[in-house]
């Protein structure tokens, strides 16, 4: 098993600050035309770039700043705001009806605009990617902050590189990689893959760029670090912020003996919890598995969960908004929000791995990528996926999934054609898949609805 913890000053804090200083004094005084962090869940990779913004736009260096997402736009001008609230921050914006989030109107230092040269001369201006793309300028900024860098394609960045002189890069490597609509499998392997993450491809063209990682996780709990850290990160290992009993999960009303409660109290005292199904090949839309799903959601607000935590020494009831449900297809999550509704449950988050990205909850329930299925594809094995639904959780994470996934991949090893030139994402979801399996058998519970 791969170091679950990096090395580093005792006191995650310490550890966390002396990265984050290394980053900054690169970003303000490297030669070098880009600089890369690699961020693991919950790392506090927002809180960076919002800092290295700043620090950047007091030094007199206007930026530009490149997120994926309308949504992580405007949530990073809301963040700079907070931080500054004198800071001229443009928001350059699509022609779209409803181009941004209303919340940016009462900001009084964000100018927003649909054109570029509206917003010239202010100290920082964020859009997405998308929108970068049709930005034409004489003079290109002196920085730029990527941002999600690993969820941006190459050929993204290409269509931006023209714009900035030097860049920060930061983002996720163990999420799920690019969406591409079309198949790229006749650049595979070449230098210019354009469905390549922008960082893959930055670095393979230029090796020498200084890389950095934030080394602590202040989302996941010390239950959940060393499992995340050894599956999905064994070469860039981070611990948690907190120490075991830091957080922990109660509930004001005792077990009914049932599946449900029984897994729920499970995953309140160790963090991790498996419902397990009889085994059996089902429809991708299991009702059975869908059902129980929702009866752990419904259960868990029925009995009265509370979490205490550093952010509060007193309980604080786990509503239904700080819970997640975690599916690998969109259908499975219509399945879901179905149930719960016939069970009278409302604002809880329903979504596929891809929307949840970048998400954080208290509690969340995952229907497993691979219950229930007679094969393993590609897709249900893409480690990012089953990284992302095991890492959006604070206090505990409940799986509910048919047994026989294990032996299910042990029958069905990879196939997938050997491309030459494509570098080799290690760990393959087969080794991912296994050690969270392993973990979750010490917290499994059988149950025949």
Not at 215 to 230: D, F, H, Q
Request: proline letters at 8%; one cysteine or more; glycine letters at 8%.
């Amino acid at each position: 098993m791969p170091p679950t913890a990096p090395a580093g000053p005792a006191d995650p804090a310490v550890a966390a600050g002396l990265a984050t200083e290394a980053i900054l004094r690169d970003t303000l005084h490297s030669p070098h035309r880009g600089i890369v962090v690699d961020s693991p869940p919950g790392a506090g990779k927002s809180t960076l770039v919002v800092r290295a913004a700043l620090e950047l736009a007091a030094a007199g260096r206007p930026l530009m700043v490149v997120a994926q997402t309308n949504a992580q736009v405007d949530d990073l001008v809301v963040r700079l705001a907070e931080k500054n609230a004198e800071l001229p921050v443009g928001r350059l914006h699509s022609n779209d009806a409803d181009p941004y989030d209303k919340a940016l109107d009462a900001l009084p230092s964000v100018r927003k605009s649909a054109k570029a040269a509206d917003l010239a001369g202010l100290d920082v201006v964020v859009s997405t990617a998308a929108k970068w793309a049709h930005v034409r300028v004489t003079e290109p900024w002196r920085h730029a902050i990527v941002d999600e860098a690993y969820q941006m394609r190459s050929d993204a960045l290409l269509a931006v590189a023209g714009l900035f002189e030097r860049a920060l890069f930061v983002g996720d490597p163990g999420q799920l990689d690019p969406f591409s609509v079309v198949g790229a499998d006749q650049w595979a392997g070449l230098s210019y893959d354009p469905s390549a993450s922008a960082v893959s491809t930055l670095l393979a063209h230029n090796p020498e760029l200084p890389q950095h990682r934030l080394p602590v996780s202040w989302r996941l709990p010390a239950s959940a670090a060393p499992l995340v850290s050894g599956a999905f990160y064994p070469y860039t290992p981070f611990r948690s912020g907190t120490g075991p009993g830091d957080r922990r999960l109660a509930f004001g009303v005792a077990s009914d003996g049932s599946g449900p409660d029984r897994v729920l109290d499970e995953a309140a005292e160790s963090g991790w919890g498996l419902l397990e199904l009889p085994a059996r090949h089902t429809p991708r839309t299991d009702p059975e598995a869908v059902r129980a799903v929702a009866q752990v959601v419904r259960r868990l607000l029925d009995r009265g969960a509370a979490a205490t935590s550093e952010r509060s020494p007193d309980p604080v009831p786990v509503t239904a908004d700080r819970i997640a449900v975690g599916t690998a297809h969109r259908d499975q999550a219509a399945a879901v929000r179905a149930a719960l509704a016939g069970l009278g449950v409302s604002g809880v988050a329903v979504d596929t791995a891809n929307r949840l990205q970048g998400r954080e909850f208290d509690v969340t329930v995952v229907l497993h990528p691979l219950s229930g299925r007679p094969d393993a594809t590609a897709f249900h094995l893409e480690t990012g996926r089953l990284c992302v639904l095991a890492s959006r959780h604070r206090h505990a994470c409940v799986v509910v999934c048919r047994a026989g996934v294990a032996e299910l991949l042990d029958e069905h090893p990879s196939t997938e054609p050997v491309q030459l030139g494509v570098t080799v994402k290690f760990p393959d979801g087969w080794e991912a898949n296994h050690a969270v399996l392993a973990e979750l058998a010490e917290h499994r519970v059988s149950w025949r609805p």
